[in-house]
Nanobody, 127 residues
Framework: QLQLVESGGGLVQPGGSLRLSCVVSGVNLDHYAIGWFRQAPGKEREGVSCISTTGNSTRYADSVKGRFTISRDNAKNTVYLQMNSLKPEDTGVYYC????????????????????WGQGTQVTVSS
């Protein structure tokens, strides 16, 4: 059974960095695209980034382009989200999700595009 576990969240000052990890178990990660989403209090879950099965294709929301980098290590069954130059508006619970899909434009990558989800990790950007 596919399971996803996020880690790496925490409290960081504006301008700081965090690296989130998403460990996938129960399946061969080679066959799954992985998406990262976030949800701020009182707001809908929004797509942040997506990486294809091989890692050759990546997508980013306009709000994080140039600051966040998604990567994957299939040998370790892990996908990463490196977040630099963090802003208070990046605060929220970050989720990773997996499915047999292609990465699409983040603007149309809604939560129902992925079937399997982790429990989330809190990221708080505050001074």
């Amino acid at each position: 059974q596919l399971q996803l576990v996020e880690s790496g969240g925490g409290l960081v000052q504006p301008g700081g960095s965090l690296r989130l990890s998403c460990v996938v178990s129960g399946v061969n990660l080679d066959h799954y695209a992985i998406g990262w989403f976030r949800q701020a209090p009182g707001k809908e879950r929004e797509g942040v980034s997506c990486i294809s099965t091989t890692g050759n294709s990546t997508r980013y929301a306009d709000s994080v382009k140039g600051r966040f980098t998604i990567s994957r290590d299939n040998a370790k069954n892990t996908v990463y989200l490196q977040m630099n130059s963090l802003k208070p508006e990046d605060t929220g619970v970050y989720y990773c999700a997996a499915d047999y899909v292609f990465c699409v434009d983040i603007r149309i990558m809604t939560a129902d595009y992925f079937a399997s989800w982790g429990q989330g990790t809190q990221v708080t950007v505050s001074s």
